[in-house]
């Protein structure tokens, strides 16, 4: 199950990297497959996270069918690096908030990584969602984090996954660059 999990997880890198609206369904498969894994080994807030990264690949897909996300990464505008300080503290609180609860109530394991790589993943799709290219600087620190835990969890595989998507990171982020600047100088 890991290893199709990782397949589908791969296509859906690669195809939000070249800005391809299939990369949602990819996503939706992976992560349904990765909620039932993630729950098997304790990780309850990652389960929950797959499980809602399945209801995000809707919304993300119909954001790029039809709503703001439409048009090309380029076009899309970005919040100040104000408001990114603002969110990240915000969420920092959250997660925060989420490992005491897990210590608190649950047998969870590893629950501040746990937490903040949940709660820093949310975000960091629903800034996909839209389209905007800040939500691969995110991926790059969140992604680095998840090839320590899964490690740590015994999924090496997925591990290994996560070092890939690193990799693919860089080319999303210089593929979507390029498209940005073929945009300026069309249009310039």
């Known amino acids: 199950m890991e290893v199709t999990a990782i397949v589908f997880a791969l296509i859906y890198l690669w195809l939000a990297a070249r800005q391809s609206l299939w990369c949602w369904l990819a996503g939706a498969i992976s992560c349904a497959i990765y ?22 690949a809707v919304y993300g897909w119909w954001q790029w069918r039809y709503g703001v996300a439409q048009a090309p990464a380029s076009e899309q505008m970005e919040y100040s690096w104000y408001w990114h300080g603002a969110a990240i503290i915000v969420l920092a609180l959250i997660a925060s908030l989420c490992a005491w609860l897990l210590t608190l109530y649950t047998d969870a394991d590893q629950v501040w990584l746990d937490s903040f790589t949940t709660v820093y993943s949310l975000f960091a799709t629903w800034l996909l969602t839209r389209k905007l290219f800040s939500n691969w600087l995110y991926w790059l620190v969140i992604d680095s984090v998840y ?32 498209s940005q600047k073929d945009l300026c100088s069309s249009t310039g």
């Open 35 to 56: 909620t039932y894994l993630m729950f098997g080994v304790q990780l309850y807030m990652e389960a929950g996270l797959q499980a809602i990264y399945v209801v995000l």
């Open 147 to 178: 090839i320590y835990l899964y490690a740590i969890k015994g999924f090496e595989k997925t591990s290994g996954l996560f070092a890939i998507y690193v990799l693919l990171i860089v080319y999303a982020m210089w593929n979507w660059r390029r």
